[in-house]
């Protein structure tokens, strides 16, 4: 059965360090999303993407983020100037259409900035 | 603007027996997608329902079934036969087509007593 895959698992970064969490998605699958969960919170929406453009993004998606498809399997999550408060776990995820489609999460990547 | 409430942080079940997790959302939309995530310790986002909005019939997977009631914004998840392995972290998430990103609630503990 195809998946989300995701890399690093886990990812320790010092604070001002800039960080690129890397996504493959479900392969024919043309719309992704990168969400977030703090560590005991509920998951939060960061930014969707289809077309090769943001197709939305939340209040949390400031300018220190960044997201790239460099080619055509892989979807990337840049923090050029990582925080205390962007320690959390980053989903990846997918889907075959917006609106209806159902989207499938990767394992994610936990993120510790020191 | 769109919201998810499930107000029971934790519940517990007898192994075998059967247990309904709670949630209620707030929309203005007539046509939208309910889920139900699981969150195992692993923090994996595993999708174990989804109900559209539109269908009168509830959802069935197996073990799980939904209590959806549309006019009570209510979506309740029914596990039957409950397992050790059904403990877990479970979300409630909403999606609309008008907007890509999934809404969801606190989550749920779970935990299943041998």
């Known amino acids: 059965e195809p998946e989300v895959t995701q890399t690093p698992s886990h990812q320790v970064t010092q604070m001002g360090q800039e960080v690129i969490l890397r996504c493959v998605p479900i392969?024919?699958?043309?719309?992704f999303y990168w969400y977030r969960q703090i560590l005991g919170q509920k998951v939060e929406f960061l930014v969707s993407?289809?077309?090769?453009?943001?197709?939305?993004k939340s209040e949390i998606f400031d300018d220190q983020f960044s997201v790239e498809r460099p080619d055509g399997s892989n979807f990337t999550l840049k923090i050029r100037s990582t925080k205390l408060e962007d320690s959390a776990m980053y989903f990846c995820?997918?889907?075959?259409?917006?609106?209806?489609?159902?989207?499938?999460f990767g394992p994610g990547t936990r993120l510790l900035v020191l | 603007a769109q919201t998810v409430t499930q107000s029971q942080p934790e519940m517990s079940v007898q192994e075998a027996e059967t247990v309904t997790l709670s949630c209620t959302y707030d929309?203005?939309?007539?046509?939208?997608?309910l889920f139900w995530y699981k969150q195992p310790p692993s923090r994996q986002m595993i999708l174990v329902i989804r109900?559209?909005?539109?269908?009168?019939q509830n959802a069935t997977e197996n073990r799980f079934s939904v209590n959806f009631q549309k006019a009570a914004k209510s979506f309740s998840l029914k596990i039957s036969d409950s397992q050790l392995g059904d403990a877990a972290m479970y979300f409630c998430?909403?999606?609309?087509?008008?907007?890509?990103?999934?809404?969801f609630g606190k989550g749920i503990t779970l935990s299943v007593r041998p």
């Open positions: 109900q559209e909005a539109y269908k009168q």
């Open positions: 993407f289809y077309n090769n453009e943001i197709s939305e």
């Open positions: 392969s024919n699958h043309l719309y």
């Open positions: 995820a997918s889907s075959g259409t917006s609106g209806t489609g159902t989207q499938y």
């Open positions: 929309t203005s939309e007539s046509d939208y997608y």
């Open positions: 998430a909403y999606y609309t087509g008008a907007n890509s990103k999934l809404t």
